[in-house]
C-alpha cells in the first residue's frame, strides 16, 4: 500500500513558477513509477509528466514540454513538478499518482494509487 501526499499548490499570475511535491510512503518508492495528471473544471483528467525508476525516463504532455520538468528523489520518497511559464489554462487541481512498474505511464488506468490533489490556480 502507498499513500500519496501533494503539496505546493496556489495560485499565481500567469508567467510565474510553482513546484507541485507528491510525498510517498512506503519502504518501496525507489520501484514505483509515478506521474502527474490535472483535471480542470468540466474536463477530463488528463496525463501531464511521468517518469520510471529503472531509468528515470520521463514523459510529458505535449503543451507543457519545456515548462514542466518532473523528478524525483528516491531518499525523499518525493517525485516534483516544477512548472514554470504558467499560463491561465494550466489552471486545474494536479494529482499525483504512482504504480510499481519500471517505466514511465502515461494512461490513468494504469496507476495504482492516487493522492488527493492539490490546487492549481493561474490568473491572467
Known amino acids: 500500500q502507498v499513500q500519496l501526499v501533494e503539496s505546493g499548490g496556489g495560485m499565481v499570475q500567469a508567467g510565474g513558477s510553482l513546484r507541485l511535491s507528491c510525498a510517498a510512503s512506503?519502504?518501496?518508492?525507489?520501484?514505483?513509477?509515478m506521474g502527474w495528471f490535472r483535471q480542470a473544471p468540466g474536463k477530463e483528467r488528463e496525463f501531464v509528466a511521468g517518469?520510471?525508476?529503472?531509468?528515470?525516463?520521463?514523459d510529458y504532455l505535449d503543451s507543457v514540454k519545456g515548462r514542466f520538468t518532473i523528478s524525483r528523489d528516491n531518499a525523499k520518497n518525493t517525485v516534483y513538478l516544477q512548472m514554470n511559464s504558467l499560463k491561465p489554462e494550466d489552471t486545474a487541481v494536479y494529482y499525483c499518482?504512482?504504480?510499481?512498474?519500471?517505466?514511465?505511464?502515461?494512461?490513468?488506468?494504469?496507476?495504482?494509487?492516487w493522492g488527493q490533489g492539490t490546487q492549481v490556480t493561474v490568473s491572467s
Open positions: 499518482a504512482a504504480v510499481r512498474l519500471p517505466t514511465v505511464v502515461t494512461t490513468e488506468g494504469g496507476y495504482d494509487y
Open positions: 512506503g519502504r518501496t518508492f525507489s520501484s514505483y513509477a
Open positions: 517518469i520510471g525508476w529503472s531509468d528515470f525516463t520521463t
